[in-house]
């Protein structure tokens, strides 16, 4: 069966899972074909990142004329589909966030993304994420393309549900990913209770490289690591100021950022103000394999998130065998459960959040291991990779095409 792979960008550093997802899905018997919206980041730092990018085929990179082209040959070819496009484009720019201008541009994007999956054969389209990707693949469905589904992952769908038009693309869509329970009810909040059955619950997952690596036990390691983007959602400006609490009451941790992005300025200027440099220190982007060998060095990972969908890097330490400590946000308690496999606090609160962290480095090793291990349990139940992948491929086998109906 051939299905394509509709993403605003890809790869990219943080979307490990889709590739996983992508490699999972192919080893079942799928040809997939990767289409990116916008050109790959200049940052990618992982060899399979990269194998990535020479598959992936970027629709902004065919060019306005080509673009233009496209949706031409649409209007002549398919010209009743080309109008139902056309008044949806009107009907959710009119007054919408982006405007009338850039739903233009979503047509233009939909008749490449047409015309490409005409070629490849493509039967189905399956988009990450529910912003201006999904428009597009809605967008061509409508001019005659094939059938889409979407993977909501959270924040941002559910942050602005009415800008992006989310029940409608609910409507349209063969059927509707959710990657938690926490996500599958918000995405109820936001559809007729008639569609809800097109609503399916399919979580991201780490493959055998976390799943079988062998357990490094945690030595006396002092070292928390924090992977993620540098931003405010990840709550990294009061994780420096928990690390000076504990600084200053002489527990002596040390404290790995792995990650970039557009707050690290932030982040260095209260490294420098709380005088953290010997004990905090960022990385920039890595590779998985040096992720997972930060992860394997510390005691536990922490991730003091305000706002989420479910972190994969917390299966990732989970599954490697590291406790984590994060917050009582979306899907995020599903997964990390107080006191068995890590510590939940409240998102925002700096107290607590130097507790969690006193009381990680408080645990003897046995402890924090057995944790470690009751973790990847659950992940190996929950996240496994390859069996996510397997359910979503029976979402395709009955709903691609509209077969089912």
């Given at each position: 069966?051939?299905?394509?792979?509709?993403?605003?960008?890809?790869?990219?550093?943080?979307?490990?899972?889709?590739?996983?997802?992508?490699?999972?899905?192919?080893?079942?018997?799928?040809?997939?074909?990767?289409?990116?919206?916008?050109?790959?980041?200049?940052?990618?730092?992982?060899?399979?990142?990269?194998?990535?990018?020479?598959?992936?085929?970027?629709?902004?990179?065919?060019?306005?004329?080509?673009?233009?082209?496209?949706?031409?040959?649409?209007?002549?070819?398919?010209?009743?589909?080309?109008?139902?496009?056309?008044?949806?484009?009107?009907?959710?720019?009119?007054?919408?966030?982006?405007?009338?201008?850039?739903?233009?541009?979503?047509?233009?994007?939909?008749?490449?993304?047409?015309?490409?999956?005409?070629?490849?054969?493509?039967?189905?389209?399956?988009?990450?994420?529910?912003?201006?990707?999904?428009?597009?693949?809605?967008?061509c469905k409508l001019m005659g393309g094939p059938t889409f589904s979407f993977t909501a992952h959270g924040p941002e769908e559910f942050d602005k549900p009415l800008a992006i038009h989310l029940a409608?693309?609910?409507?349209?869509?063969?059927?509707?990913?959710?990657?938690?329970?926490?996500?599958?009810?918000?995405?109820?909040?936001?559809?007729?209770?008639?569609?809800?059955?097109?609503?399916?619950?399919?979580?991201?997952?780490?493959?055998?490289?976390?799943?079988?690596?062998?357990?490094?036990?945690?030595?006396?390691?002092?070292?928390?690591?924090?992977?993620?983007?540098?931003?405010?959602?990840?709550?990294?400006?009061?994780?420096?100021?928990?690390?000076?609490?504990?600084?200053?009451?002489?527990?002596?941790?040390?404290?790995?950022?792995?990650?970039?992005?557009?707050?690290?300025?932030?982040?260095?200027?209260?490294?420098?103000?709380?005088?953290?440099?010997?004990?905090?220190?960022?990385?920039?982007?890595?590779?998985?394999?040096?992720?997972?060998?930060?992860?394997?060095?510390?005691?536990?990972?922490?991730?003091?998130?305000?706002?989420?969908?479910?972190?994969?890097?917390?299966?990732?330490?989970?599954?490697?065998?590291?406790?984590?400590?994060?917050?009582?946000?979306?899907?995020?308690?599903?997964?990390?459960?107080?006191?068995?496999?890590?510590?939940?606090?409240?998102?925002?609160?700096?107290?607590?959040?130097?507790?969690?962290?006193?009381?990680?480095?408080?645990?003897?090793?046995?402890?924090?291991?057995?944790?470690?291990?009751?973790?990847?349990?659950?992940?190996?139940?929950?996240?496994?990779?390859?069996?996510?992948?397997?359910?979503?491929?029976?979402?395709?086998?009955?709903?691609?095409?509209?077969?089912?109906?």
């Amino acid at each position: 069966m051939k299905i394509a792979y509709l993403t605003n960008q890809y790869p990219k550093v943080s979307h490990s899972f889709i590739r996983r997802e992508i490699t999972a899905l192919e080893a079942l018997g799928f040809e997939v074909k990767r289409y990116s919206v916008r050109h790959t980041p200049d940052d990618l730092v992982d060899e399979l990142d990269k194998q990535e990018k020479e598959k992936t085929r970027v629709v902004l990179a065919a060019g306005g004329f080509a673009m233009l082209w496209a949706m031409i040959c649409v209007k002549l070819r398919h010209p009743f589909g080309w109008i139902k496009a056309v008044l949806e484009a009107f009907r959710i720019g009119w007054r919408s966030e982006r405007g009338l201008l850039i739903h233009f541009v979503y047509l233009m994007e939909a008749a490449v993304v047409y015309r490409w999956a005409k070629r490849d054969e493509v039967e189905h389209v399956h988009v990450h994420f529910g912003t201006n990707p999904t428009t597009v693949a809605m967008l061509c469905k409508l001019m005659g393309g094939p059938t889409f589904s979407f993977t909501a992952h959270g924040p941002e769908e559910f942050d602005k549900p009415l800008a992006i038009h989310l029940a409608r693309k609910i409507v349209e869509a063969e059927f509707c990913v959710a990657i938690s329970s926490f996500g599958k009810s918000q995405l109820f909040r936001w559809c007729h209770h008639d569609h809800w059955a097109k609503i399916k619950e399919v979580h991201c997952g780490v493959n055998a490289k976390f799943l079988e690596a062998p357990l490094r036990p945690i030595m006396e390691s002092r070292k928390m690591v924090c992977v993620g983007r540098l931003c405010e959602q990840k709550g990294q400006l009061l994780l420096m100021q928990a690390a000076r609490r504990l600084r200053d009451e002489g527990q002596g941790c040390e404290l790995l950022l792995v990650g970039d992005g557009e707050m690290r300025e932030d982040v260095e200027r209260l490294i420098n103000q709380y005088r953290l440099g010997d004990c905090v220190k960022i990385t920039g982007w890595q590779s998985s394999e040096e992720i997972v060998e930060a992860i394997e060095l510390s005691r536990v990972m922490v991730l003091p998130s305000f706002n989420e969908g479910l972190p994969v890097v917390i299966m990732e330490a989970l599954a490697l065998g590291r406790p984590v400590i994060s917050t009582y946000v979306a899907g995020i308690p599903e997964l990390v459960k107080d006191g068995m496999n890590g510590w939940l606090v409240p998102a925002g609160n700096v107290t607590e959040l130097a507790n969690a962290m006193r009381k990680s480095m408080d645990a003897n090793d046995q402890e924090l291991e057995e944790m470690g291990r009751v973790g990847r349990k659950m992940v190996a139940e929950k996240h496994d990779a390859m069996q996510e992948a397997r359910r979503l491929a029976g979402l395709f086998q009955q709903y691609a095409g509209g077969k089912s109906r």
